[in-house]
Protein backbone atom coordinates (compact mmCIF):
# COMPACT_ATOMS: atom_id res chain seq x y z
CA UNK A 1 0.00 0.00 0.00
CA UNK A 2 0.78 3.71 -0.76
CA UNK A 3 2.85 5.50 2.26
CA UNK A 4 0.08 6.68 4.67
CA UNK A 5 -0.16 10.57 5.12
CA UNK A 6 -2.45 9.68 8.25
CA UNK A 7 -4.08 7.01 10.03
CA UNK A 8 -6.95 6.55 12.41
CA UNK A 9 -7.95 3.31 13.81
CA UNK A 10 -11.17 2.16 14.96
CA UNK A 11 -12.25 -1.10 16.70
CA UNK A 12 -15.60 -3.33 16.61
CA UNK A 13 -16.56 -7.02 17.27
CA UNK A 14 -18.37 -8.86 14.70
CA UNK A 15 -21.82 -9.32 15.68
CA UNK A 16 -24.23 -12.18 14.79
CA UNK A 17 -26.50 -10.56 12.05
CA UNK A 18 -23.19 -9.81 9.99
CA UNK A 19 -22.36 -13.63 9.60
CA UNK A 20 -23.16 -16.46 7.88
CA UNK A 21 -24.84 -19.71 9.12
CA UNK A 22 -21.08 -20.95 9.61
CA UNK A 23 -20.35 -17.87 11.63
CA UNK A 24 -17.76 -16.14 9.33
CA UNK A 25 -18.45 -12.51 8.33
CA UNK A 26 -20.76 -12.26 4.85
CA UNK A 27 -18.14 -10.93 2.63
CA UNK A 28 -20.99 -7.96 1.90
CA UNK A 29 -20.52 -6.62 5.21
CA UNK A 30 -16.84 -5.80 4.50
CA UNK A 31 -17.91 -2.42 2.78
CA UNK A 32 -19.82 -1.72 6.48
CA UNK A 33 -16.58 -2.04 7.89
CA UNK A 34 -14.58 -0.12 5.97
CA UNK A 35 -17.23 2.80 6.28
CA UNK A 36 -16.32 2.68 10.09
CA UNK A 37 -12.80 3.49 9.36
CA UNK A 38 -13.83 5.73 6.72
CA UNK A 39 -16.00 7.62 9.68
CA UNK A 40 -13.41 7.78 11.93
CA UNK A 41 -10.97 9.16 9.83
CA UNK A 42 -12.99 11.88 8.35
CA UNK A 43 -13.85 12.86 12.10
CA UNK A 44 -10.42 12.95 12.49
CA UNK A 45 -9.77 15.63 9.41
CA UNK A 46 -13.23 17.69 10.75
CA UNK A 47 -15.00 16.73 7.24
CA UNK A 48 -17.57 14.35 8.50
CA UNK A 49 -20.83 13.57 6.87
CA UNK A 50 -22.52 16.59 8.04
CA UNK A 51 -19.69 18.89 7.25
CA UNK A 52 -18.90 17.42 3.83
CA UNK A 53 -23.20 18.12 3.17
CA UNK A 54 -22.36 21.66 4.86
CA UNK A 55 -19.38 22.18 2.05
CA UNK A 56 -21.48 21.43 -0.68
CA UNK A 57 -20.08 18.33 -2.00
CA UNK A 58 -20.35 14.89 -2.50
CA UNK A 59 -18.00 11.98 -2.47
CA UNK A 60 -18.75 9.29 -3.72
CA UNK A 61 -16.49 5.87 -4.31
CA UNK A 62 -15.76 5.68 -7.81
CA UNK A 63 -13.23 2.40 -6.84
CA UNK A 64 -12.81 0.10 -4.38
CA UNK A 65 -10.55 -3.08 -3.97
CA UNK A 66 -10.49 -5.17 -1.23
CA UNK A 67 -8.58 -8.32 -0.51
CA UNK A 68 -9.75 -10.87 1.60
CA UNK A 69 -6.96 -12.98 3.83
CA UNK A 70 -8.35 -14.42 7.19
CA UNK A 71 -12.09 -14.42 7.65
CA UNK A 72 -13.71 -12.23 10.34
CA UNK A 73 -16.13 -14.67 12.65
CA UNK A 74 -18.69 -14.00 15.20
CA UNK A 75 -17.47 -12.19 18.23
CA UNK A 76 -13.78 -11.59 16.63
CA UNK A 77 -12.58 -8.22 18.68
CA UNK A 78 -10.94 -6.51 15.10
CA UNK A 79 -9.50 -2.98 14.57
CA UNK A 80 -10.01 -1.34 11.01
CA UNK A 81 -6.93 1.08 10.29
CA UNK A 82 -7.60 3.50 7.82
CA UNK A 83 -5.15 5.61 6.04
CA UNK A 84 -5.31 8.85 4.08
CA UNK A 85 -3.20 8.05 1.09
CA UNK A 86 -4.25 10.87 -1.49
CA UNK A 87 -6.24 14.05 -0.84
CA UNK A 88 -5.36 17.17 -3.26
CA UNK A 89 -7.19 15.41 -6.51
CA UNK A 90 -8.97 12.47 -5.41
CA UNK A 91 -9.63 10.78 -1.73
CA UNK A 92 -7.78 7.63 -1.50
CA UNK A 93 -8.52 5.58 1.39
CA UNK A 94 -5.95 2.25 2.32
CA UNK A 95 -8.04 0.08 5.29
CA UNK A 96 -6.39 -2.73 7.00
CA UNK A 97 -8.29 -4.54 9.52
CA UNK A 98 -7.02 -7.06 12.38
CA UNK A 99 -7.61 -9.39 15.11
CA UNK A 100 -7.28 -7.39 18.43
CA UNK A 101 -5.99 -10.53 20.04
CA UNK A 102 -3.48 -11.99 17.29
CA UNK A 103 -3.15 -9.12 15.92
CA UNK A 104 -3.15 -10.86 12.48
CA UNK A 105 -3.91 -9.15 9.30
CA UNK A 106 -7.28 -10.38 7.94
CA UNK A 107 -8.22 -7.77 5.01
CA UNK A 108 -7.07 -5.04 3.44
CA UNK A 109 -8.77 -2.92 1.19
CA UNK A 110 -8.56 0.54 -0.75
CA UNK A 111 -11.20 3.22 -1.30
CA UNK A 112 -11.48 5.96 -3.90
CA UNK A 113 -14.13 8.86 -3.82
CA UNK A 114 -14.04 12.20 -6.15
CA UNK A 115 -15.57 15.41 -5.15
CA UNK A 116 -19.07 16.00 -7.07
CA UNK A 117 -20.53 19.71 -6.78
CA UNK A 118 -24.15 18.98 -4.90
CA UNK A 119 -25.48 21.46 -6.66
CA UNK A 120 -24.70 20.78 -10.19
CA UNK A 121 -23.56 17.63 -10.14
CA UNK A 122 -20.04 18.35 -11.92
CA UNK A 123 -17.33 16.44 -11.06
CA UNK A 124 -14.24 17.78 -9.46
CA UNK A 125 -10.72 17.15 -10.70
CA UNK A 126 -9.20 19.46 -7.58
CA UNK A 127 -10.29 18.22 -4.31
CA UNK A 128 -12.29 21.53 -3.11
CA UNK A 129 -10.29 24.03 -0.80
CA UNK A 130 -12.34 23.40 2.19
CA UNK A 131 -11.38 19.99 2.11
CA UNK A 132 -7.49 20.58 1.54
CA UNK A 133 -8.08 23.33 4.25
CA UNK A 134 -9.11 20.79 6.86
CA UNK A 135 -6.31 18.07 5.59
CA UNK A 136 -3.64 20.89 5.78
CA UNK A 137 -5.10 21.70 9.35
CA UNK A 138 -4.81 18.58 10.74
CA UNK A 139 -1.25 17.75 9.39
CA UNK A 140 0.13 20.69 10.66
CA UNK A 141 -1.41 19.48 14.47
CA UNK A 142 0.42 16.30 13.97
CA UNK A 143 3.12 16.04 12.05
CA UNK A 144 4.90 13.03 11.34
Known amino acids: MKKSIYTVAHDFRI ?9 VAWHGNYVKYLELG ?8 GYGYAAMSES ?11 KYIQPLRF ?17 RIGFEIYDKAGGE ?5 VT ?10 ESQFVAPKCFI ?3 SALLEENPS
Open 56 to 66: GYLWPIVDMKI
Open 105 to 109: LATTA
Open 38 to 45: RCALLDEI
Open 112 to 121: TQMAVDARTG
Open 75 to 91: GQNVRVEASLLEYENRL
Open 133 to 135: DRV
Open 15 to 23: EFYDVDSMQ
